[in-house]
């Protein structure tokens, strides 16, 4: 038998590791929605520092706010298997999944809320993210593109980096996210849980774009998305996310010959950058023929990347100098 959702209601499921400092701004932001139907679950993934104590005590706050409030501790094992444990609970119409050391503004799940209620023809919303410094609070550059903000097929701009997958921007709806995942369980790869929680769902459903910066992404060193990784880390990253984008194409079923050419393009674009950061001759020659082979090959790309490629190695003993 089906899970039933609470109609109206929106849960919150947040993966945190070691975010006792930074945990605080993001409850704060959850506490101060203008939306009276929320629950929270929050899952610590085995931190070592004094995140669950920084959590409990937001318990009484949330209880004022008649918000429901969970927490759930875990072995450390990554933001999807933290996730994992999370969504069982989920018992909203709704489901977002913002990062531990962002924030929600005021508006932004009432926003969406009240979108989807208003189009029920549409399966998910999202909103628009900027990007604040964790030191100074300073707004800072974006750090994704934007792309078309009225294109709602977006499937393949978000696996080709050509629009942002901030977490907490998107909202889906719940009953559609767990016919994708019935068992309420998300691939589990650490290269985090984003491409995970869309990309099947945007493969089946259209979605569109609020023009509001309802969410910030906060900029900090150390954090799972900046944190300076070694040639080795890089590259086995590199290939975990090959073998996650491949099990995205058959939970999607994607069988046909021009989707399965444009991902060993994506697969073939993403070989050549790392062969060209570390120097690995043989590998991109490899890379390009795959890019020939798919159709991909364009000189003047070849160019950018290889330009963008000696800068990087140009940054990279310039620091190891300093």
């Known amino acids: 038998m089906a899970k039933m959702f609470v109609k109206g209601k929106v849960s919150i499921v947040t993966p945190v590791y070691n975010g006792e400092r930074y945990l605080p701004p993001m409850l704060d932001s959850v506490l101060k929605q203008t939306y009276p139907e929320v629950e929270l679950i929050l899952v610590d993934d085995g931190s070592a520092d004094g995140t669950v104590q920084a959590a409990e005590e937001y318990r009484e706050k949330f209880a004022d706010r008649g918000y429901e409030y969970s927490i759930i501790q ?79 097929d977006l499937f393949w701009d978000i696996l080709e980096s050509k629009t942002f997958v901030c977490c907490g921007c998107y909202m889906l709806k719940s009953e559609c996210f767990f016919k994708i995942y019935p068992e309420r369980r998300i691939p589990e790869y650490h290269v985090g849980q984003n491409f995970q929680m869309l990309l099947p769902y945007m493969y089946r459903y259209k979605c569109l774009t609020i023009s509001e910066k309802l969410y910030g992404v906060c900029v900090r060193a150390g954090s799972h998305s900046r944190t300076a990784l070694t040639q080795e880390e890089e590259e086995q990253k590199y290939r975990d996310y090959e073998s996650l984008v491949e099990e995205i194409a058959n939970i999607c079923g994607i069988q046909d010959k021009e989707s399965r050419d444009r991902i060993l393009c994506w697969k073939a674009r993403r070989r050549y950058m790392i062969s060209l950061k570390y120097n690995r001759k043989r590998q991109a020659v490899k890379a390009l023929g795959l890019l020939y082979k798919c159709g991909g090959l364009k000189i003047y790309k070849v160019l950018k990347d290889s330009l963008w490629a000696c800068l990087e190695n140009i940054r990279a003993v310039k620091k190891y100098r300093s």
């Open 74 to 152: 875990a072995k450390h094992g990554g933001a999807a298997a933290a996730i994992n444990q999370g969504l069982p609970l989920v018992t909203g119409e709704y489901l977002i999944w913002p990062d531990s050391d962002d924030r929600l503004e005021p508006a932004s799940i009432e926003k969406r809320v009240r979108f989807l209620e208003k189009y029920p023809e549409y399966q998910c919303v999202r909103t628009l993210p900027y990007y604040f410094s964790q030191k100074t609070g300073e707004r800072t550059r974006d750090d994704e593109k934007t792309g078309d903000l009225l294109k709602e």
